[in-house]
């Protein structure tokens, strides 16, 4: 969802289009989509790869480069992760990033124009039990959300690169006296599949992920397995956060949570540099980065300057998990990683 605001934005400001390679999770989710798919079969091939050889910052600047000298375009390439870039002015564009990092990004991106015009749910969502189940429910219960899976797996966190600390359940529990709400009333989102910290998760279906268009779509009852949780978030009183895109996300588009954040002072990544789970504290407010050592988040009607520039956009869009859940980008961000 990052790289798509970021485009989305980008677009609109300028009034270019925003082309992605393929369709994604949010053909589905929301009802205003603000893209178009490329329409050039060479070009949505050579980017939607995922052969190593292929699957490269250099592999698809070259596939940019073909579809130029093919067509007379003039794509160049954008570095979203540099301040002095990433709103300067440039005509046409292409981006490799996650689009999540870089203070700048989201101090160019109109926090309104994100809830109001592009992140609008869609019928289909609208339509789904557990849609209408909460929004009856909305701004009534108060739900923790605990991040686990890939960043609770010492086995994948020693051969992959991982940026996420297991924050600890008593960080939440602290939370909770801390602003004065009852422990015992307190809903719970995770994907703790393995139930250690959370077993009373209820079993749910799980879904495939392929890449280029991300969540195995599970049919209009459930459309994604991670929607639920997503939706319960969304319609909460309150929301503890967790240090995770997901419920930053959830937080961001609520129409009715207060949001309580965890204020990210150092990094231990679990089975690789310890097997602690780090106490944070939390904090009124989802304006902390869920990653470590990023800076905290404020859109343009936050920041006293608006950011100005550019005036055209070609997206090769490829989202972590989350909403949205196209591949991460390799090597467009300095502090991209596997992004939840």
């Known amino acids: 969802m990052h790289q798509y605001a970021y485009a989305a934005q980008y677009a609109k400001k300028f009034y270019v289009p925003c082309l992605l390679p393929s369709d994604w999770e949010g053909?589905?989710?929301?009802?205003?989509?603000?893209?178009?798919?490329?329409?050039?079969?060479?070009?949505?091939?050579?980017?939607?790869?995922?052969?190593?050889?292929?699957?490269?910052?250099?592999?698809?600047?070259?596939?940019?480069?073909?579809?130029?000298?093919?067509?007379?375009?003039?794509?160049?390439?954008?570095?979203?992760?540099?301040?002095?870039?990433?709103?300067?002015?440039?005509?046409?564009?292409?981006?490799?990033?996650?689009?999540?990092?870089?203070p700048s990004i989201f101090q160019g991106i109109s926090a309104r124009f994100l809830r109001e015009e592009v992140f609008v749910f869609s019928d289909e969502v609208r339509n789904t039990a557990f849609f209408r189940e909460y929004s009856a429910r909305r701004g009534t219960y108060d739900v923790a959300h605990l991040r686990r899976d890939d960043i609770s797996d010492p086995s994948f966190n020693r051969t992959n690169v991982q940026g996420y600390s297991v924050m600890s359940k008593e960080s939440y529990f602290k939370a909770f006296h801390k602003f004065g709400f009852d422990a015992a009333k307190i809903e719970w989102v995770s994907?703790?599949?393995?139930?250690?910290?959370?077993?009373?998760?209820?079993?749910?279906?799980?879904?495939?992920?392929?890449?280029?268009?991300?969540?195995?779509?599970?049919?209009?009852?459930?459309?994604?397995?991670?929607?639920?949780?997503?939706?319960?978030?969304?319609?909460?009183?309150?929301?503890?956060?967790?240090?995770?895109?997901f419920s930053w996300w959830a937080a961001f588009?609520?129409?009715?949570?207060?949001?309580?954040?965890?204020?990210?002072?150092?990094?231990?990544?679990?089975?690789?540099?310890?097997?602690?789970?780090?106490?944070?504290?939390?904090?009124?407010?989802?304006?902390?980065?869920?990653?470590?050592?990023?800076?905290?988040?404020?859109?343009?009607?936050?920041v006293a300057t608006p950011i100005r520039g550019l005036r055209g956009f070609f997206s090769r869009s490829r989202f972590a998990n989350a909403v949205a859940k196209l591949a991460p980008a390799r090597g467009g961000c300095p502090c991209a990683q596997r992004a939840d």
Not at 53 to 80: H, K, Q, V
Not at 211 to 227: A, C, K, N, Q, T
Not at 262 to 276: F, N, T
């Open 27 to 102: 053909s589905r989710l929301f009802a205003r989509p603000r893209h178009q798919v490329v329409e050039d079969d060479r070009l949505r091939l050579l980017l939607n790869q995922t052969q190593p050889e292929l699957d490269n910052f250099s592999a698809r600047s070259r596939a940019i480069d073909d579809y130029n000298a093919r067509t007379g375009a003039a794509f160049e390439c954008l570095n979203p992760d540099n301040p002095f870039e990433n709103w300067a002015g440039k005509r046409a564009v292409f981006i490799d990033s996650l689009c999540a990092y870089q």
């Open 191 to 245: 994907d703790d599949y393995l139930g250690k910290w959370h077993p009373e998760r209820e079993a749910a279906p799980r879904g495939g992920w392929s890449y280029p268009v991300g969540s195995e779509y599970l049919g209009p009852e459930r459309i994604f397995d991670w929607l639920p949780d997503f939706i319960k978030l969304y319609f909460a009183r309150t929301i503890f956060r967790a240090n995770s895109s």
């Open 253 to 302: 588009l609520s129409p009715t949570a207060k949001v309580y954040s965890p204020v990210l002072h150092r990094q231990e990544i679990y089975g690789r540099d310890s097997y602690e789970e780090v106490d944070y504290e939390f904090v009124e407010g989802n304006y902390p980065h869920w990653m470590f050592g990023c800076a905290d988040i404020r859109f343009a009607e936050e």
